[in-house]
């Protein structure tokens, strides 16, 4: 499983990872891990990024090395673009994670104000 991209069976969200454990040794650590933004991207958009880059930024070379019109891979980059923004959005406060969850009624009111 490409741990990047997992998402909650439940709501869809993205998940956490909270364990690593080195096979060697045996040593097992816990807690929240972040995950790169890089390895959230789906293995085609990986591969662009990687074409990218061995181009130089080279829109031209990347249309050659992806076999598709200029077009069309000047798209495909704009896209990335977009996505990657979209990742690096700050994230939700508390505050609103809580009326989130009230506003879906996975929490009473009482707990809410709690949890504020």
Not at 41 to 69: N, R, T, W, Y
Not at 81 to 105: C, F, H, N, W, Y
């Amino acid at each position: 499983m490409d741990i990047g991209n997992a998402k909650c069976p439940e709501c869809g969200r993205a998940m956490t990872p909270v364990a690593c454990e080195c096979q060697h040794c045996d040593i097992k650590m816990e807690g929240k891990f972040s995950v790169s933004i890089l390895s959230q991207l789906s293995p085609d958009d990986q591969a662009l990024v990687i074409a990218f880059v061995h181009s130089f930024g080279s829109i031209k070379k990347i249309q050659e090395l992806l076999d598709v019109s200029y077009p069309t891979a000047r798209a495909r980059i704009t896209d990335l673009i977009k996505r990657l923004d979209s990742t690096m959005e700050a994230p939700e406060s508390i505050e609103s994670q809580v009326l989130e969850k009230l506003d879906r009624g996975d929490i009473s009111f009482h707990e809410a104000m709690k949890d504020l």
